[in-house]
């Protein structure tokens, strides 16, 4: 069973992506009762660049890419934290008339396959909805089969591939869906 996490009261609030019987599962005690989301605040950053260095090898963005973020996505740039400890960050913005893209997201691996990613996505593509969007977008390394998993199970479809998309040439599936 999904350990439980208690989110802050905004994302209580009624949304498509998060129904009444996941919030009343959030609500209940566990060991990460004291799970919230809140916006990054630079203080975050050392455990950030932690979370990032032991998550990506060859992608792992620096503190000036996420100091940059920060300052130019304040509103799309989440943590989420138990008991004083951030567990994993969401980045994600909108991009074009409609769309928003989710930027990156990383879990720390000691708390991986709990629930948390799907959690934090959710509460972004949420964040989108308000925002008026009506379609999400990503981009994804072909060959982390992790993370096309993790997104495919909340309902991104792969759209086409993007040859060469990253810095050592490795290809990229973008993937959408709709809001
Ligand atoms: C991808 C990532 C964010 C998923 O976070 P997570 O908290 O472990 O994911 P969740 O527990 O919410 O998993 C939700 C679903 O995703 C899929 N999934 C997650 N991890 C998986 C794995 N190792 N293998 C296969 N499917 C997986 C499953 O369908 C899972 O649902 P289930 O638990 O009911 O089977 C995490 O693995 C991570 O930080 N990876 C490193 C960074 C990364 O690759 N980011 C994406 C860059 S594009």
């Known amino acids: 069973m999904k350990l439980k996490l208690r989110l802050v009261d905004e994302l209580r609030s009624s949304s498509p992506f998060v129904d009444a019987r996941a919030v009343d599962e959030l609500r209940s005690s566990s060991p990460f009762a004291e799970a ?3 916006k990054f605040t630079f203080s ?3 455990r950030i660049l932690e979370i ?8 792992a963005y620096p503190k ?3 100091a ?10 989440f943590v989420i934290e138990n008991a004083g400890k951030i567990l994993g960050y969401i980045i994600g913005y909108k991009t ?3 769309q928003g893209d989710l930027d990156s997201i990383a879990i720390d ?29 990503l981009e994804v390394r072909a060959k982390n089969k992790t993370a096309i998993s993790f997104y495919r199970d909340m309902g991104f479809k792969a759209k086409r591939v993007i040859k060469e ?11 959408e869906r709709a809001i």
Do not use: C, W
């Open 109 to 137: 691996p000691k708390y991986r396959k709990l629930g948390i990613g799907k959690l934090l996505l959710r509460y972004i593509l949420n964040q989108f909805k308000k925002k008026g969007l009506r379609h999400a977008s």
């Open 68 to 77: 940059k973020l920060a300052k130019k996505h304040s509103d799309g740039f």
């Open 165 to 175: 998309f990253y810095r050592d040439k490795a290809d990229a599936y973008q993937m």
């Open 96 to 98: 074009k008339k409609n």
């Open 64 to 66: 000036s890419r996420f």
């Open 52 to 59: 990032e260095k032991s998550s990506f090898t060859t992608d």
């Open 44 to 46: 975050d950053l050392k």
């Open 36 to 38: 919230r989301v809140r």
